[in-house]
């Protein structure tokens, strides 16, 4: 009889674990959507934005449960730096030429450490590379659980001076910006098969 109760014991051990594990366990996402990616800012004659549609690629560890998110183990976002468009190719040289991108094609969000979830609120601290130049930022981000979609969206204001960048000029330094910048955000990843 003692045997008996102990491997039942052992089993209900096993079994309490496997679903323990199956309720954390980690899957991986990758990107699949843009509704928005943008950056926005002023200068002395009219605001400002650049938009990308596309060049965006991001990966993450993450793990749901009942629906809600319970932990990132990691996240990466990169977009190529001249995906953001303005509308006017003159605008888009000058911001081409003020982030470097023949020498520094990528801008980029890696976790650096564990994310902070809250209800659909996410704080999360990374390092943002622009230029080749890091900095460790803070990000406010709330997420939306859509089927096999999580979708992230915030905004972030940095200087350009944060990133070691004179902000660009025009028409023989007339036209300066605003050393101030808004990127803005909302993006899909899908779960991987």
Excluded: C
Aim: charged fraction near 20%.
């Amino acid at each position: 009889m003692g045997l008996h109760k102990y491997l039942n014991g052992i089993i209900a051990v096993i079994i309490f674990l496997a679903v323990a594990v199956k309720s954390t366990a980690q899957t991986k996402y990758s990107f699949s959507e843009i509704k928005e990616m943008k950056v926005s800012g002023t200068s002395t004659i009219h605001d400002w934005e650049m938009v990308a549609k596309d060049g965006v690629s991001a990966s993450a560890t993450l793990s749901l449960e009942n629906g809600e998110l319970i932990m990132i183990s990691d996240l990466t976002v990169k977009m190529e730096a001249e995906s953001l468009k303005s509308g006017k190719s003159g605008m888009d040289s000058n911001a081409y030429k003020a982030l470097v991108t023949d020498k520094y094609p990528f801008i980029s969000f890696e976790l650096i450490e564990p994310a902070q979830i809250n209800g659909k609120k996410i704080t999360a601290i990374g390092k943002m590379t622009i230029s080749g130049f890091s900095q460790t930022i803070p990000m406010e981000v709330t997420y939306q659980v859509e089927g096999s979609k999580v979708r992230f969206s915030g905004s972030k204001e940095i200087k350009f001076t944060d990133f070691k960048i004179d902000p660009p000029k025009a028409v023989f330094g007339t036209i300066k910006t605003g050393n101030e910048l808004t990127l803005s955000f909302d993006i899909a990843l899908t779960q991987t098969l």
